[in-house]
Nanobody
Framework: QVQLVETGGGFLQAGGSLRLSCAAS????????MGWFRQAPGKEREFVAA????????YYADSVKGRFTVSRDNAKNTVYLQMNSLKPEDTAVYYC?????????????????WGQGTQVTVSS
């Protein structure tokens, strides 16, 4: 069982930066690939980024490539999402999730554990 808690959301203007954190419980954090997803009102949850167990591989949605960076610190059981050059269309609730799979995936169904989400609002 893995429990995930996201922090770092907020309200900011377009062009700004924000770093989200996701703290995981348990001693098996490095057994999971980690992903970030987001969900805007009235829309389906969508993939943002993923990072492998070791942190050596990453995977991004085209919409955030070059602006967002995912990283992890296995010693702290934490995964991060650095978001730069934020746009109003980045407004959503952001979720972190844990996947037992070896290969990185963008599928929601590929992740077993989810956090409660943190709101990010970007004004124009």
């Amino acid at each position: 069982q893995v429990q995930l808690v996201e922090t770092g959301g907020g309200f900011l203007q377009a062009g700004g930066s924000l770093r989200l954190s996701c703290a995981a419980s348990g001693r098996t954090f490095n057994s999971y690939a980690m992903g970030w997803f987001r969900q805007a009102p009235g829309k389906e949850r969508e993939f943002v980024a993923a990072i492998s167990r070791s942190g050596g591989s990453t995977y991004y949605a085209d919409s955030v490539k070059g602006r967002f960076t995912v990283s992890r610190d296995n010693a702290k059981n934490t995964v991060y999402l650095q978001m730069n050059s934020l746009k109003p269309e980045d407004t959503a609730v952001y979720y972190c999730a844990a996947s037992p799979a070896t290969l990185l995936t963008r599928r929601v169904s590929g992740y077993n554990y989810w956090g409660q989400g943190t709101q990010v609002t970007v004004s124009s």
